[in-house]
Structures are given as structure tokens and as C-alpha cells.
């Protein structure tokens, strides 16, 4: 080693980093020996931190500015070191320097089904993805909590475990917020704000926090959502018959454009001769000119049969049935009702004289033919 490189090595006159990797969180300011000399500068960028760690114990904190590295720059490590003020000499110290920008565009999403409880279609699974941003927020904490010694730390090595947090959360939010399933679409933005509100505890706790997330679908499994699109074609026709010859035309015409498929002629020639009836009975008129016979009109449908009246008769202050007109008939062939006898009938305005009564007025009048041989 020549001279020059040992001084080189000994005497470090301004640190800083830049960084283009677009995915490292945390980068150690690396030298042989860690000595810095004391006065040095040290460059701090926007979106950036720099730690300063002294024989393993967490020392100052740099926020973004440009530092003369002196005693009463370094307040944490004069203390640990005991400097005074007339201190000149190099000193060991490890720099770490912390990403502070946003980390966006960060995938997530549930490895496994959701199971919930939807108050329209009962049990439910559900699967979710979307994108998420983080950053750091509280550089020693996640140095200490986090990183540790590790010289490079990239946004690969906490992002499976902050995706685990998130669907976490996620799958608590979702089964008690008693959304139904067709709603959840109208409600993912607030579905987002709340599962990061309850994410944000925990990633204190590491020094990160999470600004954005955002759900980008909630989705059911594949056999649910072709019984769902099935009901809502159902609900588009509107009329199953309707529907049933839509679905049978659809056949028969993917069937006729089947190749080399005589199955597929068939129904062709089929559906071909049942267009050519339906044109034919369009109109009165036929292909010549002629007129054709009307086609013969469906039979009338009886009108229901009439409502049968039942009676009530006042004998001596009581009433007595109801007794239909046949049974008056009889009553009054044996002598039990007369003209005089009082009649109601439920629509009747009070009671009546049997003979005032229309219907029954009958009944009195026809006398039986005479006897034979008489």
C-alpha cells in the first residue's frame, strides 16, 4: 500500500451517497477501518438520513443538510467517546444512510380465500389485490428494529412481510365491516383508508409508515361469478321462456357453423325452415299474392261459473242455516218453508219475504204435473 493510499484510507474528507437503484432502503457508508476525520463533511440529501453508529451502540441522527463533523455536530457520540472540545484526531464510527423517499407501486395480495359471512349470499370466499406505498418514517428505529448490520438493505427483504401485515388486516377489516359482497366495489377506497389506519400501529413499531394503499379488486371464485353472470343474463331477458329460446337459438346456430358436421347441417336446415314458417304466418298474404286461411283461433276459455247463494231462514226469533236453493226447494215441498217465511242472503239488504225474493219465488209456483191415470 502506497502512501497515498493509506491516507486515503485514514482521512475522509466529505461522505455522502447517491443512490439509482430505486429499491435500496438502507446503504452502509463503507471504508477500510471505519475512520473518519474528525471535521469532515458530511452530505445528507432530501430523502435521505444518515445514522451514525459508534461500537455498536446508536449514535446522531443527520436529517437532509450538509454537516462539519465536530463535537458539537455530534452530540450522542462526543458523549460516548467523551471528547472535549480541543478533540482533532480521526474516530471509527459506522455511517448508515436511510432512504426516506416514498416506495410506491408495491404489490400485494391474499395467497388463500377469505372466508366471510355476506348478509345476501351467506358464507362467501374472497380474494383481494391491490398496491401499496411505505416509507420510513423513524430512521434509528428501523436500523435498530429492522436492518441491523446489514450493509444493503432493499425493499425485497420487508416487503413479504409487510404484505402478510396488510392481508392480515385486511381479511379482519373486511369480515366485520358487514359490507355485502356487490357493495365492496362502491367502498374500496375506504376500505384502503381503514386497513391502513390499522396497519399504522404496527409498522410504527418498525419505524415505517404506510401513506397509500389501495384496493384494486375484490373478487369471488370462478363458480360463483358464472352463477352470478348466468343470473344476471337471466335478469336482462327477463322472461325464462324468452331466455330458454334465446339459449337454444344460440346453440343451433354455433352448432350450423360447426364444419364437416352433419349434426350441424341438420340443425341449420332445421333452423332455415323454421324462419321460412315463421315469415310465411306473418302476414294474411302469401308468397303469390293469394290469400291464405286465417289460422285457426285458439278455443275461448269458459267464464267461471257462477256463485251459488246459500240462505238463511228466521223460524220463531232464530235463524236457522245457511241451506242452499236446493235445499229450500225440498224445505218447501215439505211444507217447512212457505211464502210467508223470512229469508237473508249474505249482499241482501235485511230480511225478506221468501215469495219477495226472485230466486226463490220460483220455488212456490211450480206445482209437479198431474199423477198418471188421474
Not at 176 to 200: C, F, Q, R, W
Request: a negative charge.
Amino acid at each position: 500500500m502506497g502512501i497515498f493510499d493509506f491516507l486515503t484510507g485514514e482521512f475522509i474528507d466529505v461522505i455522502h451517497w447517491v443512490d439509482d437503484t430505486r429499491d435500496t432502503m438502507v446503504w452502509r457508508f463503507e471504508r477500510e477501518g471505519h475512520e473518519i476525520k474528525y471535521g469532515a463533511k458530511l452530505t445528507v440529501r432530501e430523502g435521505q438520513a444518515a445514522v451514525f453508529v459508534h461500537e455498536g451502540q446508536l449514535a446522531d441522527v443527520f436529517t437532509p443538510g450538509l454537516y462539519m463533523l465536530e463535537t458539537n455536530n455530534m452530540p450522542i457520540l462526543t458523549t460516548l467517546n467523551h471528547w472535549d472540545h480541543g478533540f482533532k484526531s480521526p474516530f471509527k464510527s459506522e455511517i448508515y444512510y436511510v432512504n426516506t423517499t416514498r416506495f410506491a407501486d408495491l404489490k400485494w395480495g391474499t395467497k388463500n380465500p377469505i372466508i366471510c359471512r355476506d348478509p345476501e349470499f351467506g358464507p362467501v370466499r374472497l380474494r383481494a389485490f391491490g398496491t401499496y406505498t411505505i416509507r420510513v418514517t423513524d430512521p434509528a428505529r428501523f436500523l435498530t428494529e429492522i436492518v441491523g448490520t446489514d450493509g444493503e438493505f432493499t425493499m425485497d427483504e420487508i416487503s413479504y412481510q409487510i404484505r402478510n401485515i396488510i392481508v392480515q388486516e385486511f381479511s379482519r377489516v373486511i369480515a366485520s365491516s358487514g359490507i355485502p359482497v356487490l357493495d365492496m366495489a362502491a367502498n374500496t377506497a375506504d376500505l384502503g383508508k381503514l386497513v391502513a389506519a390499522e396497519i399504522s400501529g404496527t409498522l410504527a413499531e418498525y419505524g415505517l409508515s404506510m401513506p397509500e394503499l389501495y384496493i384494486e379488486n375484490i373478487s369471488l371464485p370462478p363458480a360463483v361469478e358464472e352463477a352470478m353472470d348466468k343470473r344476471t343474463s337471466m335478469g336482462i331477458v327477463g322472461d325464462l321462456g324468452k331466455y330458454t329460446q334465446f339459449s337454444a337459438a344460440e346453440a343451433m346456430t354455433a352448432a350450423a357453423q360447426t364444419p364437416n358436421s352433419g349434426m350441424g347441417a341438420g340443425m341449420g336446415m332445421g333452423v332455415g325452415m323454421a324462419m321460412a314458417q315463421q315469415m310465411a304466418n306473418q302476414g294474411p298474404w302469401g308468397a303469390t299474392g293469394s290469400a291464405r286461411p286465417a289460422a285457426p283461433q285458439a278455443a275461448a276459455v269458459p267464464p267461471p261459473p257462477p256463485v251459488e247463494h246459500v240462505w238463511h231462514i228466521a223460524e220463531n226469533g232464530a235463524t236457522k242455516g245457511p241451506f242452499s236453493k236446493a235445499t229450500l226447494g225440498r224445505m218447501a215441498t215439505a211444507g217447512d218453508v212457505s211464502r210467508e217465511t223470512y229469508v237473508w242472503t249474505p249482499g241482501q239488504d235485511g230480511w225478506m219475504r221468501a215469495e219477495d225474493v226472485t230466486e226463490l219465488a220460483q220455488l212456490f209456483t211450480i206445482l209437479p204435473p198431474p199423477p198418471p191415470g188421474a
